[in-house]
Structures are given as structure tokens and as C-alpha cells.
């Protein structure tokens, strides 16, 4: 697995609890970022395997990354906030996908906005929101509430410069 995948699941915030399953069967439970490292030249990955005790192996010999059953990231006392990362939360496993698949976001409008590289859908820190930029240097900001579903296929990108929501055509 590509180092930077596991990287950015440890620098996720809110961090999300992970299990890192590796190829050979083995399953270590990351309910802590600082549970898993990187190292400075990227070819070992160490994680808490015990009190006191580290594993550690090549970002090679894992073969996935899960979401730990149950977690819910940063639940704030606001009514909607599981509901809505709950949606963010699939948005951001669609993009960190490793294979990436592309997919269209099918909005509630009956618009259908192409992902087709993971870099063209981000999501808030905060996880309220998530940002579509168009190949055309425009941006969408996304409301969880606005996905009515995802559609994966021979995604197909309009490459004309347009503004989306407001946001501004770059050229």
C-alpha cells in the first residue's frame, strides 16, 4: 500500500479509529494516531501492538485499511453530526480508496459532479463540508445533505472553464 495512504489516515482530523490489515492475515487495531509511525524515510511503518511492544513492517505488506466498527469521529453534541460525518465519512473512504475508483457525486439537484481523480473532491477539516473543483478552475462547496447518492462508471470530466457555486474560474 502506498505510504502516503497510511499517512493520511494517521493525520486525519478528526482522526477516525483504523485497523491496519496486513497480508498475511495479521490485524492491529489503531484506536490512536500516535499508535501508528512513519518512518522518515518511509520504508517502515511501526504500530502499537501491545503495552510496550511495536510491529513493525513495510507499507507493502499491508494489505488494507478499515474503519473501525462503530467509529464515529468528533460527535459534538450537534443533532445532525453523526447523520453527517457519517456521509462525509463515506465520501472520504470513496477518495482515499487505494485503488482509487472514479466516481460522479449525483447531487439532489439531479447534477452529477465527476470525480475522477481523488484530488478533485477534498474534505473540510471540520468535516461540514466537502469541496469539488472542476477541471476548469472552478469549486463547488458540497453539503453532505446536497449527495443524494455515488455513482462509479466511465466518469467523464467537462473540461470548459465554469464557475460552480460561486466559486472562481481560474484561467
Do not use: W
Request: charged content about 25%; glycine content about 8%.
Amino acid at each position: 500500500m502506498d505510504v502516503e495512504i497510511i499517512r493520511q489516515h494517521r493525520l486525519a482530523y478528526p482522526f477516525v479509529p483504523i485497523t491496519v490489515i496486513l497480508k498475511d492475515g495479521r490485524q492491529f487495531p489503531i484506536e490512536q494516531p500516535y499508535f501508528l509511525g512513519i518512518s522518515s524515510t518511509n520504508e517502515d511503518v511501526a504500530v502499537a501492538a501491545g503495552p510496550r511492544l511495536f510491529e513493525h513492517f513495510s507499507p507493502d505488506d499491508v494489505d488494507c485499511i478499515e474503519f473501525m466498527t462503530g467509529a464515529s469521529p468528533g460527535a459534538n453534541g450537534d443533532r445532525n453530526s453523526e447523520a453527517r460525518q457519517m456521509d462525509i465519512e463515506r465520501l472520504r473512504e470513496l477518495r482515499l480508496a487505494h485503488p482509487f475508483r472514479p466516481f460522479y457525486l449525483v447531487m439532489s439537484d439531479g447534477r452529477k459532479l465527476p470525480v475522477d481523480e481523488p484530488y478533485y473532491l477534498g474534505i473540510s477539516p471540520t468535516k461540514r463540508f466537502a469541496v469539488h473543483s472542476s477541471a476548469g478552475g472552478g469549486y463547488e462547496v458540497v453539503r453532505p445533505d446536497q449527495v443524494s447518492d455515488c455513482e462509479f462508471g466511465d466518469v467523464r470530466r467537462d473540461t470548459s472553464p465554469t464557475t460552480n457555486g460561486g466559486g472562481d474560474a481560474r484561467k
